[in-house]
């Protein structure tokens, strides 16, 4: 009887708990619906409301959020020690750091450099506009070494932030720019058509520039160039600038006034006169085309400093001719740090590997083995060369019950989830799932990451998931970094088409990382990302009626997907490097990068592919399809296999 008591109590008490634990379910999500209430108000410019949320949201994993929005209403007239305040109290967070940034950059906006210093240790996670601002900070600080860091900033010639463009301004009057740095970014400046920062350079070396000439040369450099006089640095000045201004318009007529500008001034000049021609020509191959005529400018440019940007462009050439003693040079020329990329190592162990001499191939084969024990693009790649099977990846580590607890336990992770459950704007889930990412990635926890992964991978929530799983160090999960979802539709509409699942695969997750409902700026839709126009072909092509909605059905927009890339595949040689990039750019634009006079390797032809956006789409696509070859079960994969020679343009 006794026993059957204590059963009976503890049915009761049991029930009891379950009570307790679905309140505060319903409470904690309560409390986190009260964060879109809260938006509408910040939305609204309401801060007393605002304020009224900030007391009732305080215990809550979302209660930081009316604070912040408070704070961030007149940013740049807060007190230093109220953003420091936020910090602390919220140590490490998403939106303290995020604050901060925002805080530091307003205030280098005004010139108020002092305000800025004590929230500098605050901001961890800068982008380039932030990390530009808390460099002008810290020179103001009293620390001009900074300058020595950011060579790129004072040679960029591109549009970049405005605090960048201040750093670069800031810069002008340090000593540690040398005569040689005031000069190299005085040519690049004239060279790209930037007067009025080409005047300022060229103050601070004495040199005296005419604003008024720099005009009259824009208006008709060829004729300027027929009759320039060469004698003074002035005069040299207004040469560079004038073939800049001509190629610009007209590269041929450029390249053919080169050498005559070139001739009877100082090395240096001639030099700085044939990497105008060069650089400009690198860098507007989608309006010219290419021309080995351009490397050869870069080439007769050597001798003179590269920056960062120019060697690379410099690489590409070369790469795209197969000058493979020119691009050891190009590579030479840059950063230790630029060199020791991945990227630049593979091509480094290419061009080394075309030497006649036993200790050149030898190098090379010692770069392959060294990158052949990654697995992106490159590293592929260099298995390839030392003959290295790739046809299993690492066993699949499993969270454990104790990772998925601290899962549960994590502030960042919780904010994350709280804010999907509420169905927050992207931006807000997106930037607290990324920044508790970045803290787990930080501190090398594999099992939190995975835990992570797994759990968003279970809602569906598959692009986050993978962005989780692709940042874990030593312990791996494939199935989780390289998602199959609807498998059986994806196997069976890309054999239909003929073309490879795990080809498939791999654009899918490069278009949409499995977001069924996505929408890019442009228009395009689904997991596939097809724009209208695309679908509307294809339907037309398959014979069926064209419906906007049926984009969002992700039956249909995979079954159009995969027949459009093997439309595309048959329009561009059979070749699925020609086909990925023709999806992503166009196909008249990945037959016109083919080469001209004879085939060349597809590492190659992605390599030179002119927009930077389709180039990197290309090699990412390519990984993936290499690793979802081996999770389909294909067998021993080789991205080499799947990336075959380029024929010239017009051969089949």
């Known amino acids: ?64 959020y009316p604070e912040y929005w408070i704070l961030n209403t007149n940013l740049a007239s807060q007190p230093a020690s109220q953003i420091a305040s936020f910090a602390q109290r919220y140590p490490q967070s998403a939106m303290a750091e995020k604050l901060a940034a925002d805080y530091v950059e307003e205030k280098v906006k005004m010139a108020d450099f002092s305000s800025a210093q004590p ?105 300027y160039l027929w009759s320039a ?105 840059m950063s230790v740090t630029q060199r020791q990329e991945d990227r630049w190592q593979y091509w480094l162990a290419r061009a080394s590997e075309q030497r006649g001499d036993a200790s050149s191939k030898r190098t090379a084969q010692e770069i392959y083995k060294r990158l052949a024990q990654g697995d992106d693009y490159h590293n592929l790649l260099a298995k390839d060369h030392v003959g290295q099977s790739y046809s299993s990846v690492p066993s699949n580590v499993q969270p454990s019950n104790a ?88 196997v069976s509409h890309s054999r239909n088409a003929g073309i490879d699942p795990a080809w498939a695969y791999g654009l899918m997750r490069q278009e949409s990382r499995f977001v069924s409902n996505a929408r890019s700026h442009v228009g395009a839709g689904g997991l596939m990302q097809i724009m209208p126009d695309t679908a509307k072909l294809v339907a037309r092509q398959m014979g069926e009626t064209y419906n906007p909605a049926a984009l969002t059905d992700m039956n249909t927009n995979i079954r159009y997907g995969t027949f459009y890339l093997s439309m595309i595949q048959s329009q561009l040689s059979s070749s699925p490097v020609l086909a990925t990039a023709g999806y992503n750019a166009g196909p008249n634009r990945a037959r016109r990068w083919q080469p001209e006079e004879q085939g060349i390797a597809a590492d190659q032809y992605a390599e030179t592919i002119p927009l930077t956006e389709t180039r990197d789409y290309v090699k990412h696509v390519m990984t993936n399809a290499t690793h979802y070859g081996v999770l389909l079960g294909q067998g021993a994969q080789s991205i080499g296999k799947r990336m075959q020679i380029i024929p010239m343009r017009g051969a089949q």
């Open 1 to 64: 009887m006794l026993n059957k008591v204590w059963k009976l109590n503890k049915y009761y008490q049991l029930l009891a708990l379950g009570a307790v634990s679905a309140c505060i379910s319903f409470t904690a999500q309560a409390a986190d619906e009260q964060f879109n209430e809260a938006l509408r108000a910040a939305n609204s410019g309401d801060t007393a409301l605002l304020q009224q949320y900030q007391y009732s949201m305080q215990n809550d994993a979302l209660g930081y």
């Open 119 to 223: 929230i500098l240790p605050y901001v961890t996670n800068p982008d380039q506009a932030e990390t530009c601002a808390v460099a002008q900070v810290r020179a103001r600080s009293g620390d001009p070494l900074v300058f020595a860091e950011f060579k790129d900033v004072w040679l960029t010639t591109n549009s970049q932030p405005e605090s960048c463009t201040g750093l670069g301004r800031m810069m002008l009057s340090s000593p540690l720019m040398t005569e040689q740095d005031r000069q190299q970014r005085l040519w690049g400046q004239l060279r790209a058509g930037q007067p009025g920062q080409a005047i300022a350079t060229a103050q601070s070396i004495n040199m005296n520039l005419s604003l008024a000439q720099l005009n009259s040369i824009q208006s008709d450099p060829i004729n």
């Open 229 to 333: 006089p060469k004698n003074t640095k002035e005069d040299q000045a207004y040469l560079i600038y004038a073939l800049g201004r001509l190629a610009d318009s007209d590269l041929s007529a450029a390249m053919a006034s080169a050498k005559r500008a070139a001739d009877g001034v100082p090395a240096d000049v001639q030099r700085a006169l044939y990497r105008t021609v060069g650089y400009i020509g690198g860098t507007t191959v989608m309006k010219n085309n290419f021309s080995r005529d351009v490397l050869n400018y870069l080439d007769a440019s050597y001798g003179l400093p590269f920056s960062p940007e120019e060697a690379e462009i410099y690489a590409r050439q070369a790469i795209r001719f197969s000058a493979w003693e020119s691009l050891i040079r190009a590579i030479n020329s």
């Open 403 to 490: 990772d998925a607890r601290r899962l549960s336990q994590d502030i960042h992770f919780r904010r994350a989830f709280a804010l999907r459950n509420v169905n927050a704007p992207d931006n807000y889930i997106n930037r607290e799932w990324n920044w508790a990412v970045r803290q787990a990635y930080l501190k090398k926890d594999d099992g939190l990451l995975l835990a992570a992964a797994k759990r968003a991978t279970d809602m569906g929530w598959y692009d986050r998931a993978i962005y989780a799983a692709d940042r874990t160090v030593n312990q791996h999960n494939y199935s989780l970094r390289y998602a199959m979802p609807h498998q059986s539709y994806v």
